[in-house]
């Protein structure tokens, strides 16, 4: 057995362990209460058994090699080790929503290379067929508020501790938000290692969270504090074309590829796992460098120079592992969608919440009715989304929470014709095969919907900084976190007035009660398309630039005309830009790939 990643667990406890297993299948009783995000791989009886987390911020690929099942954590490692060619339909599904939505997440960019999905484990047996298995369900959210905090305060401390584990200096972010103070504070806490916090601040002077990040950072007094300040900090789209520098980081700054030890907290399982006997990788096919860290397209993009600049401005003061507070919005506030679950058992109680939405944010009453009135099951939704791709949205994207069992999202006004058919005949393709949603109630679906997207996200963060010898952490989304988080009534996860309930008592008595006494956050702060208007203005005519030989346009998913028309257009308000960064996911991670003129028409 192989634990291989952020767990603090040593050669002899996992020994011991170890004889529990007599077979693969006693594979998660052996692990059971190990604390961390990791990969578990078993070998018993010629059975090779592997999986990654819940959230999916480790993940498994496999696809067949020489008649045999390969397994990886990273797509283009296989795609490399069995020539497989970038798939055009799933790119253009990319365009619409990144990462793909259930149950298409389950794809990856690459034909003929599958993504095991997060609760899932493969299992290779002896003669290299292989099948998918489950190993994780998610919780009945059955706890109150206050039967939950304390699972998930025992649950944090382990995650943060398995991060200080190694000693030395880890660093973490400090944005003024309960999620990463509580970080900052549970790592001085333990105070196994020092402690760097980065603030960054935003294009929007009206916001608020510097004055809350300067108070907690006050009681800070033994970390080290780095802000850069508004002028050092970079803005969205900065150097967009130069963005092949932090998805090629060693051919600009000369780092040879780390070596990566099964000791190394930051281990991963590339090119190691394979049927008995099977070497991971075929002849003229050498294990993958780590010079690509991004395996598949990302609206990270947008952020690729500040992801730069903090890897370099934490390794500079000694960090050798950065925690970031992904996760905490997904697992601790109340989704839209659990209104509509709350009508049908308790009506008047929702009813209730629509009116103080309605009254304290000017909602829209009527779509928000019907939306609560909606009786699509899950495969429904997908063929009606389906077909609405190109139809104009009643209201203006984000104006409206939707009560469905997804965001109403929409192809940009840039994609073609082809781009939207190969879209649409994947929604229906994914709808005719009636698939069940992640969890029978919408609240709790969307909940884990939202966990598995953050779980991609932070997985390429870790891929992004980790090619720079800056691990990234998201304790929020370790196993043991998420597993709480969600036994916890959905409709109890936000409360009126108060901001992220459930999190603020597992953190009281760790967290100063002035950094959580907060009634209300906004998700970028008091304008949430304030960096998105900055980075557009500032970098125009780089965007312009980058677009004007788009290999996406070259292979037939993008109106190169219409994309510069809308870069260079007007936009009152950001709804025509919001696809922007998926797009520019889609363009650089193609540039990436080696040979890209092969690959593509």
Known sequence: MAVIGRCPVTAAELAARLRQVRDVADTERAVAGLAGSFHVVTSAAGRVRVRGSASGARAVFHARFDGVTVAADRADRLAEAVGASPDERMLALHLLSSPPPHPLDDRSPWRGVHRVPPGDCLVIEADGRARTQRWWTPPEPALSAAEGARGVRRALVAAVESCTAGGGTVSADLSGGMDSAGLCFLAARIGAAKLVTLRWEGADPGDEDGHRAARAAAALPDARHVRPGRSGTPLWFSDPAGTADVLHPGAVYGMSPPAYGMSHPADNIGHLTHGPGHPAHGPGHPPHDMNRPADEPGAWVREAARFAKLSALMTLRGSRLHMSGGGG?????????????????????????????????????????????????????????????????????????????????????????????????????????????????????????????????????????????????????????????????????????????????????????????????????????????????????????????????????????????????????????????????????????????????
């Open 329 to 601: 919005d997904e697992l601790f506030t109340a989704p839209a969608p659990h209104l509509h679950d709350l009508l049908r058992s308790r009506p008047l109680a929702a009813l209730a919440a629509v009116r103080r939405k309605h009254a304290g944010r000017r909602l829209p009453l009527l779509p928000v009715l019907g939306g609560l009135a909606d009786r699509s099951d899950f495969p429904q939704w997908l063929t009606a989304w389906a077909d609405s791709l190109v139809r104009p949205a009643a209201f203006p994207a984000g104006n409206v929470p939707s009560m469905a069992w997804g965001p109403d999202l929409r192809m940009p006004s840039w994609a073609t014709a082809d781009a939207v058919l190969a879209v649409r005949g994947l929604l229906r393709e994914a709808a005719a095969a009636a698939p069940e949603p992640l969890h029978a109630q919408r609240g709790q679906h969307a909940a884990l919907a939202s966990v598995r997207a953050g779980g991609r996200g932070v997985r390429q963060f870790d891929q992004v900084t980790s090619a720079r010898g800056l691990e990234c952490a998201a304790p929020y989304l370790d196993d043991g976190v998420v597993e709480a988080a969600l036994s916890v009534r959905v409709g109890e996860r936000g409360a009126p007035g108060r901001h992220k309930p459930v999190l603020a008592a597992a953190l009281r008595g760790i967290v100063p009660e002035p950094v959580l006494g907060r009634s209300a956050e906004g998700e970028f702060g008091a304008d949430p398309y304030a960096d998105l208007y900055a980075g557009l203005r500032h970098n125009r005519a780089r965007l312009v630039a980058l677009f004007e030989d788009s290999l996406l346009a070259r292979a037939g998913l993008v109106d190169a005309a219409a994309l510069r028309a809308s870069l260079l257009g007007l936009h009152p308000v950001p709804g025509p830009l919001r696809p922007l960064d998926t797009t520019l996911g889609c363009e650089l991670w193609l540039r990436s790939l080696p040979d890209r003129a092969a690959l593509m028409p």
